[in-house]
């Protein structure tokens, strides 16, 4: 049945509004000038807790969301933002990230070598400490060497924190770094509230650091030392596996406290350093490693492959590094480090 007649005008025809209203689309987006920056300190569930104001009396710690307009581009811990919304760090106040800024480094890593999609662990870090325990449980060199590739190709300086020197030598394992002139620093548990905590201190000052190690090394009790005013949950290592318990579940942050002796408003009392205390793993995959960029952390074998042939693995025969440390421009002490770390990233643990 017809609802209008032959010569039905506009008028005659009722006009529903839209389900999401009568507001035309734009694709220009707010600048947003007037968005305050901020650090991310941790991630949960979709809420980021941020630093605004940082190094000031106004410092204050502020939850927010990811803007849509954002999509999908991932806000993780150490990122700088662009915040507005609320600001004022109230209980029950939800700001806006609407800004992510340019990273100075991301560290990066995969589940196991064979998952194609990279997880962020941090960004803008300065360092990667790796944590190793010297006994209970033992150590895995093949996962300090792969840690260490993922931080030549973040552009990281690598620092090897080795724990729990009381039950085990460190020297057995320092001397298979010694060639790479790796910083390191060596803790024992009976000394964590006194001198062994403020030796780790000196490394970090001023810096940004990520800590990473697997489950079990004493990560987290070294980071309670080194920051008192934080204490995150332990755990124990397992007497049958010989494997350490998750217990730290996200990402955080945390500043380290002002040297002894530093004056107040001083640049060492406002930026004394960064922890980033990150869970613990199992495996740390490799698979979006380019090996080219590995190659860079060893300055004196970079200028080397300029002969080597096109996509040299730096390993096969017709390598150029091989001429290049017998005329004496690096030791081959360098040059077998330099492979046992990109051999790493196609043997898997325990080869």
């Known amino acids: 049945m ?33 968005a305050a920056e901020a650090m991310i300190l941790t991630v949960d569930r979709g809420r980021l807790t941020c630093l605004v104001d940082q190094g000031t009396k106004k410092e204050r710690e502020v ?29 029950d106040t939800l700001a806006r990230i609407v800004r992510v800024a340019e990273r100075t480094s991301v560290l990066r ?12 662990v941090v960004a803008n870090a300065e360092q990667l400490a790796i944590v190793t325990a010297l006994a209970d449980p033992e150590p895995r060199p093949r996962l300090i060497d792969r840690c260490l590739v993922a931080a030549y190709d973040a552009g ?33 548990r009976d000394e964590l509230e006194t001198a062994g905590a403020e030796a780790v201190r000196e490394h970090l000052r001023g810096r940004s650091t990520v800590f990473i190690g697997h489950s079990g090394v004493g990560k987290t009790t070294l980071v309670n030392a080194l920051v008192p005013e934080q204490q995150r949950t332990t755990g124990h290592v397992n007497a049958v596996t010989g494997r350490g318990r998750h217990t730290t579940v996200s ?20 930026d004394p350093g960064w922890v ?28 080397g492959t300029v002969d080597c042939p096109r996509a040299c693995s730096h390993d096969e025969q017709d390598c150029a590094l091989d001429a290049w440390v017998a005329d004496g421009h690096a030791e081959p002490a360098r040059l077998y480090s330099l492979r046992r770390l990109l051999a790493s990233r196609e043997a898997r643990e325990g080869d």
């Open 2 to 34: 017809r609802r209008y007649g032959k010569d039905a005008d506009e008028d005659d025809i009722r006009n529903r509004p839209a389900r999401r209203g009568s507001r035309p689309r734009t694709r220009i987006r707010p600048k947003h000038e007037d």
């Open 63 to 91: 939850v927010a969301m990811k803007a849509r307009e954002l999509g999908r581009k991932g806000v993780v811990v150490g990122d700088t933002v662009g915040l507005v919304g609320d600001l004022s760090g109230e209980p």
């Open 109 to 120: 890593r995969t589940a196991d070598d064979d998952d194609p999609y990279e997880r962020i």
């Open 156 to 188: 990281m300086e690598p620092l090897l924190v080795l724990t729990k020197s009381d039950l085990a030598p460190a020297e057995p394992l320092l001397e298979s770094y010694a060639p790479l002139g790796i910083s390191y620093v060596v803790t024992r």
């Open 251 to 270: 990402a955080l942050a945390l500043r380290l406290p002002p040297p002894p002796g530093a004056k107040p408003g001083s640049r060492k009392a406002l």
């Open 276 to 303: 980033i205390d990150t869970p613990g793993f199992r495996s740390f995959g490799l698979s979006h490693i380019d090996p080219s960029r590995v190659i860079l952390a060893f300055p004196d074998l970079e200028p």
